[in-house]
């Protein structure tokens, strides 16, 4: 079985600062590792995805996160928030022979302005 | 279909009543997940499906809930006896194997009055 955890429930950052939200998983296979974010009242939408490939992955909207096995972590970056950062995001876990995803609890993040 | 749509997009129920969620996925995605996901908390696996398939329902949370997705096409998720710890929004997710991206309905909400 697979599992994240996510290290924040809540982060917060001034606009123009970088930002960090954390994740570990669990994972009894080589895992395809996404973020997802989540504004109010809107879809899940994909961020970027690890899939086995290059182990620093670019997403949308000036996302990267670092696959980094030794430390079980995938964590999400931006070097300068937006205001329009603000949301819910989500780190998941798939395997392919679980062939299934989970999703950790969630980091809200805030942007000052 | 464009997208992952789901109907409703909002649903009362009274207490005890059933309901029917529907999800229409993305023609030929072969995978397909129902997930709970309550105010303020990350989605919560219910179940998967490959073609017709169910092949995990180890995320129901009681056998009042059924899933079904007979042609391996739309599925359809019935709450019998439906409770207040029920309320939640339901998201259906597709996709077109393991290690590619989810695209997920925006929900139904689901209130037990």
């Known amino acids: 079985a697979q599992s994240v955890t996510q290290l924040d429930s809540h982060v917060s950052v001034s606009e123009g600062t970088p930002v960090l939200l954390r994740c570990n998983y669990s994972s009894s296979y080589s895992p395809s590792l996404f973020w997802y974010v989540q504004h109010p009242n809107k879809g899940l939408q994909l961020l970027l995805k690890y899939t086995s490939a290059a182990t620093l992955v670019k997403g949308i909207n000036g996302f990267e996160a670092e696959f980094k096995k030794s430390e079980t972590s995938f964590h999400l970056t931006k070097p300068s928030a937006h205001m329009s950062d603000a949301a819910e995001y989500f780190c998941?876990?798939?395997?392919?022979?679980?062939?299934?995803?989970?999703f950790g609890a969630g980091t809200r993040l805030t942007v000052k302005p | 279909g464009a997208g992952v749509s789901q109907s409703p997009r909002y649903k009362v129920a009274k207490r005890g009543q059933d309901v029917a969620l529907r999800c229409d996925p993305i023609?030929?995605?072969?995978?397909l997940f129902w997930y709970q996901q309550a105010l303020g908390q990350g989605p919560e696996f219910l179940t998967y499906?490959?073609?017709?398939?169910?092949?995990?329902k180890s995320g129901l949370p009681s056998d009042r809930f059924f899933a079904e997705r007979p042609e391996g096409s739309v599925s359809t998720l019935k709450i019998q006896r439906t409770q207040q710890e029920d309320s939640a929004v339901y998201l259906c997710a597709s996709r077109l194997s393991s290690n590619t991206e989810a695209f997920f309905g925006q929900g139904t909400r689901l209130t037990v009055v």
């Open positions: 998941v876990v798939s395997t392919y022979n679980n062939n299934d995803m989970r």
């Open positions: 023609s030929g995605h072969v995978s």
């Open positions: 499906f490959q073609n017709e398939a169910q092949l995990d």
